[in-house]
């Protein structure tokens, strides 16, 4: 596609169920990135895949949290058990390379936990 | 780790005129200085960096410098328009890349007409 993709664009969940998130990043991008974001505060770094590997995983929160890529390509970001404190924007962002000057965002996912 | 903070949280300019939004940083090594402008909705994208190499970059109406001694580099947005309101986050990288980019807390930037 021509930009990084995002779904869903919105999700609301009840406390203490799964959700999966997802990310389809430029064709050709081998760096992929999750960011959170919640009101008030930055960019939170999350997880940074080169190809299908982690090399940094570094900003998950808890174990609640993990991340898989698949075929260099699509990545799906699992939260377990949601709970309240779970409830912000999730950005994904895509470069070329790992040490690529530009990186470019999807338009995010609004999670809300009820 | 690297701690990048910024302010101001919220800037009101009017039409025509400047907004400068600061940031200082804490990693002497850090050596590649992002600033990402997010629109309502959007995701953020990349308007203009620096490298430690370079003490100042234009783009038009936008301008970035940086200050290696004290740690600290700066968006100076002039003859402002409305189509700049948005929350602008500027960022600092140890790798030169986007690997290990820290941002800061944003500042949200009205422009009123």
């Known amino acids: 596609g021509a930009g990084v993709s995002q779904s869903p664009s919105n999700k609301v969940t009840e406390k203490g169920k799964d959700v999966e998130l997802r990310c389809d990043p430029i064709s050709g991008h081998t760096a992929l990135y999750w960011y959170r974001q919640s009101l008030g505060q930055g960019l939170e770094f999350l997880i940074y895949?080169?190809?299908?590997?982690?090399?940094?995983k570094s900003g998950l929160p808890s174990d609640r949290f993990s991340a898989e890529r698949t075929g260099g390509s699509v990545s799906t970001l699992t939260i377990q058990r949601t709970q309240q404190e779970d409830s912000a924007v999730y950005l994904c962002a895509s470069s070329l390379t790992g040490g690529s000057v530009e990186a470019f965002f999807g338009q995010g996912t609004r999670l809300t936990v009820v | 780790g690297e701690n990048v903070e910024q302010h101001p949280s919220t800037l009101s300019v009017q039409e025509g005129d400047s907004a400068v939004i600061k940031c200082t940083y804490s990693d002497s090594a850090s050596n590649y200085f992002p600033w990402y402008k997010q629109e309502l909705g959007k995701g953020p994208q990349l308007i203009i960096d620096i490298r430690s190499n370079v003490g100042e970059k234009k783009d038009q109406r936008i301008a970035v410098t940086l200050n290696k001694t004290a740690k600290h580099f700066s968006l100076h947005i002039t003859e402002t328009q409305p189509e700049d309101s948005a929350v602008y986050f500027c960022a600092a990288s140890t790798s030169g890349g986007y690997q290990k980019v820290t941002f800061g807390i944003g500042t949200k930037l009205q422009v009123i007409p």
């Open positions: 895949f080169q190809g299908n590997s982690a090399p940094d």
